[in-house]
């Protein structure tokens, strides 16, 4: 075979499509702040016993609220604990809540979206039905009932939350499946004769993986938010475990006289959701150029 | 004394990887009543040209660098926004390629035509109206009292062209620019609508600007002819001497790159009269069915493919035409099972395909390989080119996994790629050479049959060209039986042996290419050829003289 | 069209079924009782007011007797509230909820389409940047922390506004609207600006400016109808997402509505009087869902009313 005997050192090194929009990710700024945010505050989550000054239960009644010192960087509250310290803690709480939920609505919407799509007929059409009335429930009430009726059980919390999140997915999942179902390099390897499953893992799944991510991305502070909203109102995580959400509803109730309780809770909150979003934003971008909208 | 002058005119688009120029200094006049035609392919610069003399180019990226167009003694690039406006749509008219996108979607046929006429003529609704409804008879449009109630969606693709046509005569434009009019319609929608325009283009004496990339079209249409190539006008003059004189080598390989109707194709293969069928369908039906939704019970029921029986010998490349919606390449589909089939049955080396199992079919459906319109979407964006060969070698060839580089070179090689960049992703190749990459992938498994459906229709025509013959090479090489889907009569019959015409799911007449293209024994598919506009000024004014008396 | 709106009709019941099944049987499965708190009462009294409630039957019983009520109006009595029905008590919530979700609704409409026009007129100038920023902030600030924050500015420390309450001091009104429809004026700005954009770059706006229309009629006349499309759907499910959410804005300013009450309803285990309120929040959530698609088939002519594809 003389042919074959093509210089192999010449060949050229394609740029996938993931090199493109990695590339496309770095230049845009506001998504690589939120990036580095969301690493900044996964580490501290993770090294939280070894960072606090403080233990997050350690009391010092005699301090009571005190503002930000020297000694207590964000003060702190009224029993004297450290809001640093719990803040830090509360990020544990708040980024578990948003991975753990969000891999729940992952794994359900991804199953349920690409089977309804590539299978297509009857099937997607019940399949869809479903979601369709399940959409049409107030999940955020039936959430919490639940907590309110089975106590506040944060395992419990990850399920309810990640059982609203997938449908959204699952739609998201399907019109993507449908579109890619669609092309023509399906109905190549179709008509090759590669058996279904091989179809699903290498020729759909990795072409829908792009908006899959972004919308991961984009769910995780929606979980978060919802957690937050949760605790707020006493339903979420119980002291003296403490989540951004509940470290916010304590400031409200003494917001004037110990304001900071309030604004560096929300303020930790608030640019988390930003640079998720801001992440979330830069990836959809980045990975499909023509979307920039919404 | 010219109506348009342009003079010196660059126009050049900022974008990621730098500055592209878009037009060269183009020059060119255009006189009253004349028809300027402006070939040339994707990437030409051809629209961009047109857009940019009624002010209609994005800006930025867009910026015209130098140059002058002059309309009433004022230059338009230079003329402020409002008078600009006040010319455009009024003075100078346009037509635009997709009438399916061009017409607004959520307002009636009435009020878009209306609208023209009230802010330009000052004129009141009624009488806009009424102005609005003789212009639609005018274009042909059958009713229009009562069609100027209707939204787009509920015209036909030719219909919605007529309506952009009426739209932009309505106001009496003295220039009228046509950008590819007739490119998204059928060949015999085409012919009408080129009628339309030239008779209308007569009647009212205006200069007309057509653009496109057929040079059929313009040898029938254009009295000067401008010839682009990447921003340049290569070539200029009257269509007789751009057809017949041709100066520059690249209009010159643009008519030859057209497969011409009037010259039947390089190669043919004389078949052995002995020999059984490759592939036989018997009565095939294929039907769609059309549920609107989970509550409604009745269906509507579509045959796309009606009773078609067929036979393919060995060897044999057949070109199987139609117009859109004919059921050409649900045929094509059906034989690899990507639709099902109702009733009837397909017969591929003496054995039943659907009644065979599962497995069975998979190892007969390597013999069988179809080759798809769209190079965009016929390739997995995210496997390299050797990935994607590889899979298609190790279905065939499942224990040696060994010599998987050599064979993917190997098929590189003979569709003319360069080997070295089998490690290149599917975004980083042109049309023509995605293409070549799906042929590969189709061979790899070493097929019999090979089932083309419009390979051809995406790409520009110097492109189109050498795929053609890459075909032609492939199927003589590795002695390929080939059904070859086409809506382009001149690509089907310089490729096959023998065509078959379809017309809504029904096959109308077969026969040897030749034979058939001279003497054609059906009305449709007299029609059909005497619609193709032939790349010849002379033989096209004759065939055009020959419509408009039948 | 009226076989469009009969099959959404249609779907809506199976819809409100599942949610009244859901909600009886999830009530039910709570530990404890609704008067397990009257601790001193003696056993015969409570199962005196057991059996007066109908707690004794068969739950499918209660639940068919629930439903074939509720079809009717009644939610039954209050648990907490002896005397007083359900669907009473969310009568007399329902006016105050609905007030500060209609003000909430327009500050959000009116906020959220002017950024939302401003940023797609010309897209990626400052005009554009200030405008997504300002969505972002506020999809990136939960109504439980902006309300409070707005609490502290401008009540606090400038002492511009009141408080808390409603109907009760001047201006009361306005910042539990603000921070009520904040999050959604971000949602439909971005979404006007979205849809704007994907409308001003199809072919038909072309031919409109090759009509010479003037800039302004391109957008009004040609862009806007499509353009809206995505916002017109989005409204249903927000102002029902509004009225839900408004019992955290109604906590926060201790506002009289309906919010209010099924927070306290939840606390209290009221039964009655949380699956009365779940079920008339459905109920709402479903009609507007369905007022918005009826919206969104009359503005787009290509959609045949023969349900969705």
Redesign the interface.
Known sequence: ?A??A??LK?????????QDAMSRLKQNHLAVFGLGVVIFLILIAIFADLIAPYSYEEQNLALGASPPSADHWLGTDTLGRDLFTRILYGSRISLMVGILATTVALTIGVTWGTISGYLGGRVD?VMM?IV??LY???F???I???M???GRNIYLLFFAIGAVEWLTMARIVRSQVMSIRN???I????????PRWRIIT??VL??ILGPVIVYTTLTI?GVI?LE??LS??GLGIQPPMSSW?SL??N??ET??EY?WL??FP?LT??VT??SL??LGDGLRDAIDPRSA?? | MPILQVDDLSISFRTREGRIEAVKNASFTLDKGQTLGIVGESGSGKSVLCYSLLGLLPMPPASIDSGKVMFDDKDLLKASKQSVRHIRGNRISMIFQDPMTSLNPYLTIGTQLVESLTIHKGMNKQSARRRAIQSMDEVGIANPEKRINSYPHELSGGMKQRVMIAMALLTEPEILIADEPTTALDVTIQAQILRLIKQLQHEHKVGLIFISHDLGVIAGIADEVLVMEKGDIVEAGPVEDIFYQTRHPYTKKLLASIPNTSKPGKYRYKRDNTSSPLLKLQEVKTYFHKSHSFLQSRSEEIKAVDNVSLEIYPGETLGLVGESGSGKSTIGRSIIKLVDIHEGKVIFKEQDILSTGHYQFDRLRHEIQMIFQDPYSSLNPRMTVFDTLAEAISLRNKQNNKNITPEVIQLMEDVGLNANQIRKYPHEFSGGQRQRIAIARALALRPRLIIADEPVSALDVTIQAQILDLLLTLVKKYQLTMIFISHDLSVVRYISDRVAVMQSGKIVETGETEALFSSPQHDYTRSLIRAIPIPDPEQERLRQAATTIT | MFRFVLVRLLQAIPVLLIVISITFMLVRAAPGGPFDSEKNAPPEVIQKLNERYHLNDSLITQLSDYISNALQGDLGPSFRYPGRSVTEIIFTGLPVTLELGLYATCFAIVIGLLTGLIASYRPNSWQDYSAMTFAMTGICLPSFVLGPLLILIFSIWLEWLPVSGWNQFNGDKILPSITLGAAYAAYISRLTRGGMLEILSQDFIRTARAKGLSETRVILKHGLKGGLLPVVTFLGPAFAGLLSGSFIIETIFQIPGIGRLYVQAAFNRDYTMIMGTTIFFATLIVVFNLISDIIAAMLNPRITYKGKN
């Open positions: 075979m042919t074959a093509i210089d010449n060949i050229q090194q394609g740029r996938s499509l993931w059409m039905r369709d009335i049409a429930l107030p955020t009430i039936f919490i009932l639940l309110v009726v089975f092309q023509e390099y109905d190549a390897v179709i008509s090759m004769g590669l290498r020729h990795p072409n502070p938010l937050s909203f707020f109102l959400g916010i509803s400031g409200v917001m004037e304001p309030l604004i929300a909150l608030s959701l930003f979003n801001f909208k919404d």
